[in-house]
């Protein structure tokens, strides 16, 4: 089993950035496709990146493609998202995720770390 911590969360003015790191304890980093999902306040988590195993692979939801970076580096055992241009929108607990089959769902999820963006 594998422990995720997400790390990098704050506060930040609209146009401005973060990175949010996901850290794993447990497991090799590399046995997993790595997700980054959120949660805003009243409404449903969602998608926002994957990447898989080795990192050659990754796709973004509409609303953060070419302003989100997701990567990984499984030395570290360590998966980042790098979050530029950040919109009021994009406020949210940001949750990292592993899951061991590409296109079903994650096993295993972080706590969450805050994100907001101020107008």
């Known amino acids: 089993q594998v422990q995720l911590v997400e790390f990098g969360g704050g506060l930040v003015q609209a146009g401005g950035s973060l990175r949010l790191s996901c850290v794993a304890s447990?497991?090799?980093?590399?046995?997993?496709?790595m997700g980054w999902f959120r949660q805003a306040p009243g409404k449903e988590r969602e998608f926002v990146a994957h990447?898989?195993?080795?990192?050659?692979?990754?796709a973004y939801a509409d609303s953060v493609k070419g302003r989100f970076t997701i990567s990984r580096d499984n030395a570290k055992n360590t998966a980042y998202l790098q979050m530029n241009t950040l919109k009021p929108e994009d406020t949210a607990v940001y949750y990292c995720a592993a899951g061991t089959r590409w296109g079903k769902p994650y096993e295993y999820w972080g706590q969450g770390t805050q994100v907001t963006v101020s107008s």
């Open positions: 447990g497991r090799t980093l590399s046995r997993y496709i």
């Open positions: 990447i898989d195993w080795s990192g050659g692979s990754t």
